[in-house]
């Protein structure tokens, strides 16, 4: 079962619209629905939006284990510190504890997906390129998260609007580092 699917079941449990629900989560009816058909990839903002507004925990979207909504609604808090975590890629069975890399993003160019101060996980054993997958890379001996696209050209872009026109063309200079599996966002 896919994230859409597992998105689904939650809108059908609590009765509400892809409308409604979209709504509330502050995206696109039309990218919920494309979601939910398995069109595209959930991104951040919707996962966490089921969090932070409906309780849904994220070990269940990633996993499908436990009970889809926590006891009480409302974000998670450990000793004061409020933040919340999401998987967002299948982690390779066979990676080690020295294949994983915690990388704190500083730009705001993946908004809303990533935002400044959060931490991603990445898998540098998984280098293949995939579409739509996020990906952190080093450009011009700067490491950053992109979303590869693959179509006419094969590019990176950002998932900032504003930044759309600055995509990247992919060549030799260009170095995959790995995939983003887990976000980590404070809240």
Do not use: H
């Not at 609604?73 to 020295?98: H, M």
């Not at 809303?112 to 390129?129: A, H, K, M, Q």
């Amino acid at each position: 079962m896919n994230y859409g699917d597992k998105i689904k079941i939650v809108r059908e449990k609590l009765k509400i619209t892809q409308k409604s629900m979209a709504e509330s989560l502050g995206i696109s009816q039309a990218y919920l629905c494309a979601v939910e058909s398995g069109r595209m990839q959930a991104n951040a903002k919707l996962i966490f939006g089921l969090e932070r507004v409906y309780g849904v925990k994220t070990e269940w979207l990633s996993e499908g284990s436990g009970g889809i909504f926590r006891e009480k609604p409302g974000v998670v808090a450990e000793k004061e510190r409020k933040y919340t975590a999401s998987f967002i890629g299948e982690l390779n069975s066979s990676v080690d504890e020295g294949k994983l890399l915690l990388f704190n993003v500083a730009s705001d160019s993946m908004e809303p997906s990533f935002i400044i101060g959060d931490e991603v996980l990445i898998d540098v054993s998984d280098t293949n390129l995939k579409n739509l997958g996020v990906y952190l890379f080093e450009i011009e001996s700067k490491l950053m998260l992109k979303r590869f696209v693959e179509g006419e050209f094969r590019k990176l872009t950002s998932d900032k609007p504003a930044k759309k026109n600055n995509d990247i063309i992919v060549d030799s200079s260009i170095k995959c580092i790995g995939r983003a599996v887990w976000i980590i966002r404070k809240l």
